[in-house]
Nanobody, 115 residues
């Protein structure tokens, strides 16, 4: 069973930055995709950023130019650097990993952007 543990969420003022981390219980090389999703109150879960094997990262239009996804293979960790945060970025952020049709989720970390 794969475990994904997110961290780094919190309360930040508009315009601020946060870096989310997602630590996997096994090598991230074993996944063919890893990404971040978010779910705001009363809304459906949506894709934020996605890395697939051999491809450049994909981002939701709403976060392009502000968010950056990256990996540290030695630490089995995926990061989401979030800059220029806005109130509409407020949501629970989830890490996701996929391998041959099986998908795994972390427990989520709350990000609140408010003054």
């Amino acid at each position: 069973q794969v475990q994904l543990v997110e961290s780094g969420g919190g309360l930040v003022q508009p315009g601020g930055s946060l870096r989310l981390s997602c630590a996997a219980s096994r090598s991230i090389f074993s996944f063919n995709r890893m990404g971040w999703y978010r779910q705001a109150p009363g809304k459906q879960r949506e894709l934020v950023a996605l890395i697939t094997s051999g491809d450049r990262p994909n981002y939701a239009d709403s976060v392009k130019g502000r968010f950056t996804v990256s990996t540290d293979n030695a630490k089995n960790t995926v990061y989401l650097q979030m800059n220029s945060l806005r109130p509409d970025d407020t949501a629970v952020y989830y890490c996701n990993a996929g391998q041959m049709g099986a998908y795994f989720w972390g427990q989520g970390t709350q990000v609140t952007v408010s003054s």
